[in-house]
């Protein structure tokens, strides 16, 4: 079956100006996963769905940092006025329903390389 | 707080050479331990993980032994191919947390 997709795969922007990231997890997949990977550093989580609830946004770094998931499918990452700082690859991930305390395998998306001028 | 420390890359090797990516953690309680690995192009992939004390993961001919007195996770591979060229990120998943903490990752790129 299909696997999670990231759209835009790049995205050019302007400082100051808004961007919205999409990310289409596997079906079946309750919990959705958003990370940022700075160049020659892992991910770095941002903020964790449990449906269509955010269940930990702890790690979105300000208030211009947002995101969505209205169904409990498609999520999107919105960031407003950008800046330079932002540039990063943006990854994406689900897995099945965590419980238990037990870690239920992520399946990331390839991420969307957003870079701001 | 979590945090993983990884050797700094680039790692290169002939293909057929033994491969070892030094993983230490720092965590409260037990975690649980993994190796991700990302191929160019595509996202990162769980590549094996171990959930206990002593617990030796395993996939693809990579092994990654848990232990807990050394506080590390050294990923080793007894002949590597150039398919193996990729980036390896090690992480840890707290007890209860479903949210990974990852090292900075290490570059390993395989010569014919």
């Known amino acids: 079956g299909a696997g999670v997709s990231q759209t835009p795969s790049n995205k050019v922007t302007e400082k100051g100006k808004y961007v919205e990231l999409r990310c289409d997890p596997i079906s079946g997949h309750t919990a959705l996963y958003w990370y940022r990977q700075s160049l020659g550093q892992g991910p770095e989580f941002l903020i964790y769905f449990q449906g269509t609830g955010a269940a930990d946004d702890s790690g979105l770094p300000n208030d211009r940092f947002f995101a969505v998931r209205p169904e409990g499918s498609v999520s999107t990452l919105k960031i407003q006025r950008t800046e330079r700082g932002d540039s990063a690859v943006y990854l994406c991930a689900s897995s099945l329903t965590p419980s238990g305390g037990s870690y239920n395998e992520q399946f990331f998306g390839p991420g969307t390389r957003l870079t701001v001028l | 707080g979590n945090s993983v420390t990884q050797m700094e890359g680039p790692v290169t090797l002939s293909e057929e050479a033994f491969l070892t990516i030094n993983c230490t953690y720092t965590?409260?309680?037990?975690?649980?331990l993994f190796w991700y690995v990302q191929y160019p192009g595509e996202g990162l992939q769980l590549l094996l993980k171990?959930?206990?004390?002593?617990d030796k993961g395993s996939n693809k001919g990579f092994e990654a032994t848990y232990r807990k007195e050394t506080t590390s996770f050294h990923l080793e591979k007894g002949s590597v191919q150039v398919s193996d060229s990729a980036v390896y990120f090690c992480?840890?998943?707290?007890?209860?947390?479903?949210?990974?903490?990852f090292g900075r990752g290490t570059s390993l790129i395989v010569h014919p």
């Open positions: 992480a840890l998943s707290g007890r209860g947390s479903y949210i990974p903490t």
């Open positions: 965590a409260t309680g037990y975690p649980s």
């Open positions: 171990a959930t206990k004390a002593d």
